[in-house]
């Protein structure tokens, strides 16, 4: 079974705060994804990579940035937390850019005070 | 991409079948059905997804109509550990790797 694995099932930071999200996948996948979810506002994609060190903005990158050093772990960073990125955050990865059959993490909620 | 439409909730009792369905109307020749459920507080799963056969795997069947124009979403012995809010997406495989999820039905398994 495909895992992905998420560092942080809940976690809480303060504003203006550097903010480290790790995702781990054990299955080789090529591409990996960062959504989060917001109630009413569905899933959204932050940043995708489809290789090491490649990354590509999603829809909504703005207050985020990535880091993918190796192929199974993608990272996603809030340089400067702020209280609307308060949110449920997700990782994703699958095994072809343009597969749908995606993977997710457990999610982390984070929480910006 | 194709809109699909789902009902908001389902209920079904335990142990029997869940037959979930999602219309699809303008569905073109290239784009593919998937399904995905996502329990409370948990990352979305992905379930099956199919063209135009029908499609089986360990989770559930997939039964597409012939037109293609609506699609159904079997679970052949639902437990309570299937309640959950179940996602029918409608994509070409090539226009980008963008996951976004309609309303989708939450399906409630009662003991």
């Known amino acids: 079974d495909v895992k992905v694995t998420q560092s942080s099932r809940y976690l809480v930071k303060r504003t203006g705060e550097k903010v480290f999200l790790e995702c781990v996948q054990d299955?080789?996948?090529?591409?990996m994804f960062w959504y989060r979810q917001d109630p009413g506002l569905g899933l959204r994609l932050i940043y995708f990579?489809?290789?090491?060190?490649?990354?590509e903005k999603g829809d909504i990158p703005e207050g985020y940035s990535v880091s993918r050093e190796k192929k199974e772990r993608f990272s996603l960073i809030l340089e400067s937390a702020s209280t609307n990125q308060t949110s449920m955050y997700l990782c994703?990865?699958?095994?072809?850019?343009?597969?749908?059959?995606?993977?997710f993490g457990p999610g982390t909620r984070l929480t910006v005070t | 991409d194709a809109k699909t439409t789902q009902p908001t909730s389902m209920d079904c009792a335990e142990g029997r079948a869940a037959n979930l369905p999602c219309n699809h109307s303008?569905?073109?020749?290239?784009?593919?059905v998937y399904w995905y459920r996502q329990i409370h507080s948990q990352g979305p799963q992905y379930i099956i997804h199919?063209?135009?056969n029908n499609e089986t795997n360990e989770m559930a069947s997939l039964i597409i109509t012939e037109d293609r124009k609506s699609s159904t979403l079997i679970l052949p012995h639902a437990t309570l550990r299937d309640t959950a809010v179940y996602y029918c997406?409608?994509?070409?495989?090539?226009?980008?790797?963008?996951?976004?999820f309609g309303e989708g039905t939450q399906l409630t398994v009662n003991p």
């Open positions: 303008t569905i073109s020749g290239n784009e593919y």
């Open positions: 994703a990865s699958s095994p072809g850019l343009a597969a749908y059959e995606q993977y």
């Open positions: 199919g063209l135009k």
């Open positions: 299955m080789d996948h090529e591409n």
């Open positions: 990579s489809y290789d090491v060190k490649m990354k």
């Open positions: 997406i409608v994509r070409v495989e090539t226009s980008g790797s963008r996951l976004t």
